[in-house]
């Protein structure tokens, strides 16, 4: 057994201020466990390893990990694990801040519930609002609703497992099928012998294909009201990327996991969705980010 608790795991892309507060956080409201903080550096260009090198001289919890470069998210986790020493990992995205020793409570959360891969707690906006941290899996149906926006529907909505669920729906300790990257606390053993992150998924979706898998493993994803951190950078609209990934990846997600005879049918939902929002976001509203990302999400799926 390691002499570590915990490994928390932060990449770092283009978020100098943001991730010195997340650091500091950590270090000042985590009491009680041993752990360490690996730092992977994703070539940012905003100073922000020369900050973090400034942090790692002050507290020596902290490892850096130089990637370089835009490795992507899953694989910077990847490596990261490499390195650890903790018996389990926290995977903490830089946009967080951490308070009331929630990083103890949750470890100790974890380690009383049989079958726990992936343990999350509550997440929330920086007004201390409550915010949507986790899904169900796709499915032909649970796609189909969203994107036709079936499941925005007032009544009907509430009766499918959408895979991108109504807030409603975080008001109470459960079960999820997959929870947000923004705070996932995963055994070490468990990540190392999944394979971690695909790291063909170079960013968004890669925490519920990985949930996936260990729930094919038998193992469950766990969300608690108690406690609960801040997650800066959930309350924020989907960036171009963001939006065009997510479509990329749950192809991918489909071309892997599911029947051969779906994946027509979830390309045509998607390019239909796609095209749908285009027309009612991108023209009809004017909205050019909107238009941008439709358009290009159209080219990935032909």
């Known amino acids: 057994m390691s002499d570590l608790d915990l490994s928390i795991i932060i990449v770092s892309f283009g978020t100098k201020e943001i991730i010195t507060d997340c650091i500091k956080s950590v270090v000042k409201f985590t009491k009680g466990i041993k752990y360490e903080i690996i730092v992977v550096e994703n070539g940012s260009t905003d100073g922000s390893l020369e900050r973090i090198k400034e942090l790692k001289k002050k507290y020596s919890q902290i490892i850096l990990i130089d990637a370089k470069s835009n490795i992507g998210f899953g694989k910077a986790q990847n490596l990261a694990s490499k390195t650890a020493k903790g018996e389990y990992l926290l995977l903490l995205n830089s946009d967080t801040l951490v308070f009331d020793n929630a990083i103890k409570e949750s470890l100790d959360n974890l380690k009383k519930i049989p079958q726990c891969g992936v343990y999350s707690c509550k997440l929330l906006n920086a007004d201390k609002t409550i915010q949507a941290s986790g899904g169900h899996f796709p499915t032909l149906g649970n796609v189909f ?135 009612i976001f991108g023209i009809i509203k004017g909205d050019a980010k909107a238009r941008s990302a439709y358009a290009q999400a159209l080219r990935l799926i032909i």
């Not at 892997?256 to 749908?276: A, C, E, R, T």
Request: charged residues 20%; glycine residues 6%; hydrophobic residues 50%.
């Open 145 to 279: 609703a969203w994107q036709f926006f079936i499941d925005d529907l007032p009544i009907v909505g509430r009766l499918i497992p959408s895979f991108h669920p109504q807030l409603a729906s975080f008001d109470r300790e459960q079960q999820m099928d997959w929870v947000t990257g923004a705070f996932m606390i995963i055994p070490r053993k468990v990540f190392v012998d999944a394979g971690g992150f695909d790291e063909k998924i170079f960013m968004y979706t890669e925490e519920m294909e990985l949930c996936f898998r260990l729930r094919e493993n038998g193992l469950i994803t766990i969300l608690q009201l108690t406690p609960a951190i801040i997650h800066l950078g959930g309350a924020s609209n989907g960036s171009v990327f963001a939006l065009t990934s997510e479509v990329k990846n749950m192809i991918y997600f489909w071309r892997k996991h599911m029947p051969s005879w779906q994946l027509p049918l979830i390309k045509s939902f998607f390019y239909f969705g796609s095209l749908l929002r285009l027309l």
